[in-house]
């Protein structure tokens, strides 16, 4: 079975840094398009970034752009997301998404197939 597994999240003082890794279970995803979104509580899951691994399009939410970077790593079937300057509003769970490729860089929950169990960001202040 497919099966995406994220790590790295935990707590971070604002102004911090963390790197979230999401590794997948078949090479088949090296040429997948990867997302990362967030869903804090109370909140809807919003979209984070996105990458289309074989056309190295990338795409980020106006609310970390210059913040986050998402970045692949072939060899060992894994996007990552750098997350820099950390503030309070980032606090949420962030899930890794997946999904065959396709034009563009989607985001929207809808547009992706594949799913990790989600990894805790808590961002104190």
């Known amino acids: 079975q497919v099966q995406l597994v994220e790590s790295g999240g935990g707590l971070v003082q604002a102004g911090g840094s963390l790197r979230l890794s999401c590794a997948a279970s078949?090479?088949?995803?090296?040429?997948?398009?990867m997302g990362w979104f967030r869903q804090a509580p109370g909140k809807e899951r919003e979209f984070v970034a996105a990458?289309?691994?074989?056309?190295?399009?990338?795409y980020y939410a106006d609310s970390v752009k210059g913040r986050f970077t998402i970045s692949r790593d072939k060899a060992k079937i894994t996007v990552n997301l750098q997350m820099n300057s950390l503030k309070p509003e980032d606090t949420a769970v962030y899930y890794c998404?997946?999904?065959?490729?396709?034009?563009?860089?989607?985001?929207?929950?809808?547009?992706?197939?594949?799913w990790g169990q989600g990894t805790q960001v808590t961002v104190s202040s």
């Open positions: 998404a997946a999904v065959a490729p396709r034009r563009g860089v989607p985001t929207g929950t809808h547009d992706y197939d594949y």
């Open positions: 078949g090479r088949t995803f090296i040429s997948y398009t």
């Open positions: 990458t289309n691994w074989s056309g190295g399009t990338t």
